[in-house]
């Protein structure tokens, strides 16, 4: 895989989650394109680049979204860990079903994009619930609803970019030979 | 088929299993910890991604505008509703511009009625739109907004705070502004030593400072100035410098210029006290200031006032 190729669709898609999905906003739920990437890279790129691709973005998801901590005031930080994590354990689960689906299907992106938003989704809400326990600090899910409510929000918000991913693998699947994935030339073995 | 490895080396199995392991270490870390660093580094990240941001929920807007809570409204009620809310902007807008204009006012009134020579002092009030720090090749300079259109002559004393002298105006004074030279930068004024409850000019009467020993100040080239005085009469830190100088003009007589720092003999004369005076304003921060002078035939005709 293209690394310079794959952090340049990477910027993108964190450009347009944290600015411009909210066009697509639909009662409070708006896909993510971050996600349809990093599924997209783990259908085609070897195990470990797709596994530190997740790291990747997970790591500027993290970087880009601001968390609240109250201590004698109102402090912003950034809570850098639970969407690697949750993007690694996504990883995990497509990796072995890639062989299952028609990869160049843009059905078959999506369904496996939304897969991959759902257990990502478990694993941020899991840490998320655990942090709420600590001085200062307040789940996502605070004050609006319960952890449960966040969950049925996220769960749907997986589900949107699914859906969202279907578009995308349209340009995906036609920049294929820009990333350079092994694999995917005929004669090539399949990692 | 047997699986491949993930990863082939060890180096990097071990470098992705110290990835994990830091991002769950982060994950769970108490929050006091991740305050202020965790901002840092993804301002790092975030000052690549603003521009681009910013163009994208520039689009967004265009594409997605804000819903407008008075959309539903039929239009002759949405067209008053605009002049309401025009009107409103236009009457509070006047509202702080009287209040500004009542504000200019009550200081020009202050500082004339301080004057010795009350009524006959002439009084502009001036905004410091800049200055000029001072360094190793000049002393320094404020510009203020006020120039000869309203009034500004050069030698008018900028007062602050209607007793304090902040500087003096240059020569060639501009049409729309003029250069106040600070009071930092004055030599050779004239001045008398009161003690610091001494001036009371409130009741527009110039104190009776002839019995106060005098001195020259000389800018000493650290933001203050020495003089010598050789005549009889206490002096002691803390007392107040004010303009006795035939060549200021009338009404910025008595006015403060600086407080008394040091007061002790000198080296080679014991018989003569050197005193250090220090400025009693900053004049790089003031501001705004009035600028008087007295009034002449000339000035009289074509008064000017705040611009």
């Known amino acids: 895989m293209r690394w310079g190729v794959f952090v340049v669709f990477l910027f993108v898609a964190i450009v347009l989650d944290t600015a411009f999905m909210q066009v697509f906003a639909v009662r409070g739920i708006w896909p993510a394109a971050t996600p349809g990437l990093v599924t997209f890279v783990a259908l085609y790129a070897a195990r470990g680049q797709a596994l530190w691709a997740a790291v990747l973005a997970g790591f500027l998801v993290d970087c880009t979204s601001t968390s609240l901590a109250f201590f004698d005031g109102v402090w912003p930080y950034q809570m850098i860990g639970p969407s690697i994590l949750g993007f690694v354990v996504g990883t995990q689960l497509v990796l072995p079903l890639r062989s299952m689906v028609i990869r160049k299907n843009p059905l078959s992106l999506g369904l496996v994009t939304a897969l991959f938003g759902l257990i990502a989704m478990l694993v941020t809400t899991a840490i998320f619930s655990a942090r709420g326990w600590y001085a200062g600090t307040q789940p996502p899910w605070a004050g609006n609803s319960s952890a449960l409510g966040h969950m049925g929000n996220e769960a749907l918000r997986a589900i949107a970019s699914g859906a969202f991913a279907v578009l995308l693998a349209i340009p995906f699947n036609t920049s294929l030979g820009a990333f350079g994935f092994a694999g995917t030339s005929p004669w090539s073995p399949r990692r | ?307």
């Open chain 2, 1 to 307: 088929m047997p699986r491949t490895k993930t990863f082939h080396t060890p180096l990097e199995q071990r470098l992705w299993w110290g990835t994990i392991v830091a991002a769950l270490i982060l994950s769970f870390l108490p929050t006091r910890w991740l305050l202020g660093w965790t901002s840092e580094v993804a301002g790092v990240v975030n000052s690549v991604l603003v521009p681009f941001q910013h163009v994208a929920s520039g689009v967004r807007t265009w594409l997605r505008p804000m819903p407008d809570p008075d959309a539903a409204l039929p239009a002759d009620m949405q067209a008053m509703r605009a002049q309401l809310d025009q009107a409103r902007t236009y009457y509070k807008r006047l509202e702080l511009e009287r209040a500004a204009l009542e504000e200019r006012l009550a200081i020009l009134e202050r500082t004339v009625a301080r004057s010795p020579i009350g009524e006959r002092s002439r009084a502009v009030y001036a905004t410091v739109v800049a200055t000029q720090a001072p360094s190793s090749r000049s002393a320094g300079a404020l510009i203020t907004n006020a120039g000869s259109r309203n009034g500004v002559t050069p030698g008018m004393v900028a007062v602050w705070d209607d007793t304090t002298v902040a500087g003096r105006v240059a020569e060639n004074v501009g049409r729309l502004g003029a250069v106040l030279v600070p009071v930092t930068a004055l030599s050779g004024v004239q001045v008398r030593f009161v003690p610091p409850d001494g001036p009371a000019r409130a009741d527009g009467v110039a104190p009776t400072t002839i019995d106060k020993p005098s001195g020259i100040l000389a800018n000493d080239g650290h933001q203050g100035w020495t003089t010598d005085v050789t005549q009889p009469g206490e002096i002691a830190p803390g007392w107040i410098a004010v303009i006795d100088d035939e060549r200021w003009p009338m009404s910025a007589r008595a006015l403060k210029i600086g407080v008394v720092d040091h007061v002790g003999p000198r080296d080679d004369a014991p018989l003569h006290r050197r005193v250090i005076v220090k400025p009693l304003v900053d004049p790089f921060r003031v501001p705004h200031v009035v600028l008087l002078d007295d009034v002449t035939d000339a000035a009289a005709s074509g008064n000017g006032g705040a611009p």
